[in-house]
């Protein structure tokens, strides 16, 4: 779902450039600033779900 919507918002002109976005459980309970999922739900920014849906990631990267 993120390399998804991660094309998507690079096709519509977006640049995500240097963003660190986590994601997976190697992040669980760990403080950082962008996350992806369930496991990254401490993330200041998240995006719940368990996948995460492209469609809700794209619309978190389209207000970053």
Not at 15 to 33: E, L, R, S, V
């Amino acid at each position: 779902s993120l390399i998804r919507a991660l094309r998507i918002f690079k096709e519509e002109g977006g640049n995500p450039g240097n963003m660190k976005i986590a994601i997976g459980q190697g992040y669980k309970g760990k403080t950082i600033k962008i996350g992806v999922g369930s496991c990254c739900s401490e993330a200041t920014i998240n995006v719940p779900g368990c996948p995460a849906k492209a469609s809700d990631i794209l619309t978190m990267l389209r207000r970053l």
